[in-house]
């Protein structure tokens, strides 16, 4: 099916469906094809005004249209929010970003085996994301080729073999631009406290992310080599990475992760229960 015919619901209408349903309509997905359940007048009036899109408050028949069902709500809140969506969308296909509820609990309040769960980030929102995915065994080939279509304008995707993969997932790339705008901070911070104005600060700590990471991106080489050559022992590269390895900064970066990577699961776990 061409995605110009298909016909999307979303529920949850907050800052990852906008990024999706944005994409969607700039590839040629019209608007009269998307729908939203969102809950939030505001979110509705937001939607309507900045994309030309319908959202009701509630789920009802009209969802008995959609092809997909893209579940863009808290994991707190999909247990209850998937009580009154079975009923009307049991032939969809349902693909989910919600992080760390499962399959099995998405396929089990759905009554459907045709679940595909995604962890993406918020980079979407500009276009730049990375988005992992992972399809239950319910889920056909068309369906796959479908959830890569919707998700192509919010950035980069790939597929994991695993569902308990995509913890990980959320901990490195999920979760892992707030710890970019961690170091931005940093970076920024210590360049005001070393005489520069904070506006010149931002753009250089901002340029250098931005740069170092294309690099990374098309050099071809691995990250270890890349940071060799630009190290020469002695210099002012050299002195700052011995710091940082004299304080722990990479062992401790690499616990905070897998941290991140046990809430993750924690989640599944709390949220996913009958």
């Given at each position: 099916?061409?995605?110009?015919?298909?016909?999307i619901?979303?529920?949850?209408g907050g800052?990852?469906?906008?990024?999706?349903?944005?994409?969607?309509?700039?590839?040629?997905?019209?608007?009269?094809?998307?729908?939203?359940?969102?809950?939030w007048?505001?979110?509705?009036?937001?939607?309507a005004?900045?994309?030309g899109?319908?959202?009701?408050?509630?789920?009802?028949?009209?969802?008995?249209?959609?092809?997909l069902?893209?579940?863009?709500?808290?994991?707190?809140?999909?247990?209850?929010?998937?009580?009154?969506?079975?009923?009307?969308?049991?032939a969809?296909?349902?693909?989910?970003?919600?992080?760390g509820?499962?399959?099995?609990?998405?396929?089990?309040?759905?009554?459907?085996?045709?679940?595909?769960?995604?962890?993406?980030?918020?980079?979407?929102?500009?276009?730049r994301?990375?988005?992992?995915?992972?399809?239950?065994p319910?889920?056909?080939?068309?369906?796959?080729?479908?959830?890569?279509?919707v998700?192509?304008?919010?950035?980069?995707?790939?597929?994991?073999?695993?569902?308990?993969?995509?913890?990980?997932?959320?901990?490195?790339?999920?979760?892992?631009?707030?710890?970019?705008?961690?170091?931005?901070e940093?970076?920024a911070?210590?360049?005001?406290?070393?005489?520069?104005?904070?506006?010149?600060?931002?753009?250089?700590?901002?340029?250098?992310?931005?740069g170092?990471?294309?690099?990374?991106?098309?050099?071809?080489?691995?990250?270890?080599?890349?940071?060799?050559?630009?190290?020469?022992?002695?210099?002012?590269?050299y002195?700052?990475?011995?710091?940082?390895?004299?304080?722990?900064?990479?062992?401790?970066?690499?616990?905070?992760?897998?941290?991140?990577?046990?809430r993750?699961?924690?989640?599944?776990?709390?949220?996913?229960?009958?």
């Amino acid at each position: 099916m061409a995605l110009q015919d298909t016909r999307i619901a979303f529920i949850g209408g907050g800052n990852m469906a906008t990024a999706i349903i944005g994409g969607l309509l700039r590839q040629g997905l019209p608007a009269a094809h998307v729908q939203v359940v969102e809950p939030w007048s505001e979110a509705r009036a937001r939607l309507a005004r900045d994309l030309g899109v319908k959202s009701d408050a509630a789920a009802g028949p009209a969802l008995g249209r959609a092809q997909l069902v893209v579940w863009a709500v808290k994991p707190q809140a999909f247990r209850e929010a998937a009580q009154p969506v079975a009923a009307h969308a049991a032939a969809a296909l349902h693909l989910s970003v919600a992080a760390g509820i499962r399959s099995d609990s998405i396929a089990r309040w759905l009554a459907s085996e045709r679940v595909v769960r995604c962890m993406p980030n918020t980079p979407a929102l500009v276009g730049r994301g990375m988005t992992a995915l992972f399809a239950r065994p319910g889920v056909a080939d068309p369906d796959r080729a479908l959830a890569e279509q919707v998700l192509a304008p919010t950035g980069a995707t790939l597929w994991v073999d695993q569902e308990a993969q995509l913890d990980a997932v959320t901990a490195l790339s999920g979760s892992g631009p707030a710890y970019v705008f961690y170091f931005i901070e940093a970076m920024a911070k210590a360049g005001e406290e070393m005489g520069l104005p904070p506006a010149k600060a931002l753009q250089l700590a901002i340029g250098t992310f931005t740069g170092a990471a294309e690099l990374a991106r098309t050099a071809g080489d691995p990250p270890q080599v890349l940071r060799e050559r630009v190290t020469s022992k002695g210099g002012t590269t050299y002195a700052a990475l011995t710091s940082m390895e004299q304080a722990g900064v990479a062992r401790h970066f690499v616990a905070a992760m897998h941290a991140a990577c046990r809430r993750a699961a924690e989640l599944g776990d709390e949220f996913g229960r009958d």
